[in-house]
């Protein structure tokens, strides 16, 4: 089926410090999403990528849609403690669905 | 900024029992789905909806779940007979035009005892 290997699991970094993440997959993705999550609450949506190569910034976020299309990387830059949580990547397989499916996660902590 | 809302926040049930969870979409949104992410796992997919039925559904959303637009704010998830296993983080979600762009709501936390 459809899976999105997301890597890596955890990150404990220093405030200031650069963030880098990245879900890879087998299959082709026609979008790819990347969600925060704090805990006992809804995914918010950070950034939306919709074609291959497209690279996109929000802020000091920075993500990017593979060119193969089965991959997708996010970057934090000069992180702050309000930038912890769980960052989910989440794609629309090729395959038309309109479900999304999701990564496991990665979890982030920062030390200040 | 609009945004999706979910009634009850937090919900316990005997096993057995029926559930039902409120989503109030984006106003001008047209595109509904329903997903859960069972504590510490990643999120799911159980059902889309679009134009009053049932879009895509997953192998989770089996005959115990059903969903409604009983009118034109609410969209509802029934889980007939809940199980031990129903428990989770249920999350709707909704999007317009733009079908890629799902945005969620806070979730219903389901506990079933």
């Known amino acids: 089926g459809q899976q999105l290997n997301q890597s890596p699991q955890s990150m404990f970094i220093q405030e200031g410090e650069d963030v880098s993440m990245n879900c890879t997959s087998s299959s082709i993705f026609n979008t790819w999403l990347w969600y925060k999550q704090d805990p006992g609450e809804g995914p918010v949506l950070l950034i939306a990528?919709?074609?291959?190569?497209e690279l996109t910034s929000n802020g000091r976020l920075t993500a990017q849609f593979g060119i193969t299309r089965k991959d997708s990387f996010l970057n934090i830059s000069a992180s702050i403690p309000s930038d912890v949580g769980i960052y989910f990547c989440a794609g629309h397989p090729s395959s038309g669905a309109q479900k999304l499916v999701f990564g496991q996660g990665t979890r982030l902590t920062i030390n200040p | 900024e609009p945004e999706v809302t979910q009634t009850p926040s937090h919900q316990v049930t005997q096993m057995g029992q029926e559930v039902i969870l409120r989503c109030v979409p984006i106003?001008?949104?047209?595109?509904f789905y329903w997903y859960r992410q069972i504590l510490g796992q990643k999120v799911e997919f159980l059902v889309s909806?679009?134009?009053?039925?049932?879009?895509?559904k997953s192998e989770i959303f089996d005959d115990q779940f059903s969903v409604e637009r009983p009118d034109g704010s609410n969209f509802t998830l029934k889980i007939r007979s809940t199980k031990l296993e129903d428990s989770a983080m249920y999350f709707c979600?909704?999007?317009?035009?733009?079908?890629?762009?799902?945005?969620f709501g806070p979730g219903t936390r389901l506990l079933v005892l």
């Open positions: 990528l919709y074609k291959a190569g």
């Open positions: 106003s001008n949104h047209l595109y």
């Open positions: 909806f679009y134009n009053n039925e049932i879009s895509e």
């Open positions: 979600a909704s999007t317009g035009r733009r079908q890629e762009t799902q945005y």
